[in-house]
């Protein structure tokens, strides 16, 4: 049996605060002893080293994966010939130091989600799936899910801490 870390969507349109959220939010729910990780689903094709560069090198060479290290820090970037799922990306975090994986995007996943939305976008609210718990938004609105505050990083930490907590005892 493989321990499954807990993962928690971020998701929203583009421009609605993501990665400015999770900015502030990681360094709280560290704060509260949670280690925390994250996945980014980018639409682009991310590159992380840049041409001419070793690393660059040896994947134009054909390497198929390319791990960099340094004293402080390694990353193996890898070359894949399809798309891989998010639980094949969530396999790969090292379980001694993650307790918990921050997924930005993958929105059609099946899995539990904050969905944001700002009141000044242009695009309406989207529809809301059975796995959203909990709406961040800087509006208030009716809804049968949690609302938080988007601009309120401690209530959301305290929103993400009580849900995490909760999967650890299953």
Known sequence: MRIQIPLLGITGYSGSGKTTLLEKLIPELIARGIRVSVIKHSHHNAQVDKEGKDSWRMKEAGSAQVMMASDHRWALMTETPSPVSLDELAQQFDKTLTDLILVEGFKQEPIPK????????????????????ALATNYSLETDRTLLDINRIPQIADFVEHWFRSQEIK
């Open 114 to 133: 904050i969905l944001l939305h700002r009141q000044e976008m242009t695009k309406l609210l989207p529809e809301i799936d059975n796995d959203v718990l």
